[in-house]
């Protein structure tokens, strides 16, 4: 009982010409309907457009003046001297956190924190930095941004002063 397996013997041709025909043939029948869905091109014109009735032209408005008020007020005195104390105290913990074998958290400073006199360089910097970007909001009328911004320089160097007398 021997079993023997026969093969047809198929030329290259004969083989790749049989899909290929029933790829052409399958789009051929798929196609065929989707060209008869050609658009006219009068749809693609656009209409003529026409003015509106109700147009006219519209009158430029002023806005009242900002309430303007000098840089160097009681209110922004108040609050660079109280900046520039917080970086003050901020200066001193951290030069003895330093000395204590502490490290500087925030990565500006770790520039710095490599002797007295670069520490002492950052915070003024800071103190200086603030007043100066306050100034530039104060010039281009921006009174609320001026004083948010030494306000937030004011909570963040609390916040650092706090952080170094608890870690001490």
Same mark, same amino acid.
């Given at each position: 009982?021997?079993? +023997? !397996? &026969?093969?047809?013997? $198929?030329?290259?041709?004969g083989s790749n010409l049989? =899909?290929?025909?029933?790829? *052409? %043939?399958?789009?051929?029948?798929v196609g065929a309907p989707a060209l008869?869905?050609?658009?006219?091109?009068?749809?693609?014109? =656009?209409k003529a457009m026409e003015a509106a009735p109700f147009v006219r032209p519209v009158e430029p408005i002023t806005l009242p003046e900002a309430p303007s008020h000098k840089f160097w007020d009681r209110k922004n +005195?108040?609050?660079?001297? $109280?900046?520039?104390?917080? +970086?003050?105290?901020?200066?001193?913990a951290t030069r003895n956190n330093l000395q204590n074998g502490g490290?500087?958290?925030n990565p500006v400073s770790r520039v710095f924190a490599g002797s &007295?006199?670069? %520490? @002492?360089?950052?915070? @003024?910097?800071? &103190? #200086?930095? #603030?007043?100066g970007v306050s100034y530039l909001f104060h010039r281009s009328g921006h009174h609320k941004l001026e004083r948010a911004v030494t306000i937030l320089n004011i909570g963040a160097s609390a916040t650092a #002063? +706090?952080?170094? !007398? *608890?870690h001490h």
């Open positions: 009982m021997g079993h +023997s !397996l &026969t093969f047809m013997s $198929t030329t290259w041709i049989k =899909p290929k025909a029933a790829l *052409l %043939l399958l789009f051929s029948c008869a869905q050609q658009a006219s091109l009068a749809l693609l014109q =656009p +005195s108040f609050l660079f001297a $109280t900046t520039a104390a917080l +970086s003050t105290a901020d200066f001193v490290r500087e958290l &007295t006199a670069g %520490l @002492a360089l950052n915070f @003024a910097g800071e &103190t #200086v930095g #603030v007043i #002063v +706090s952080f170094d !007398l *608890l």
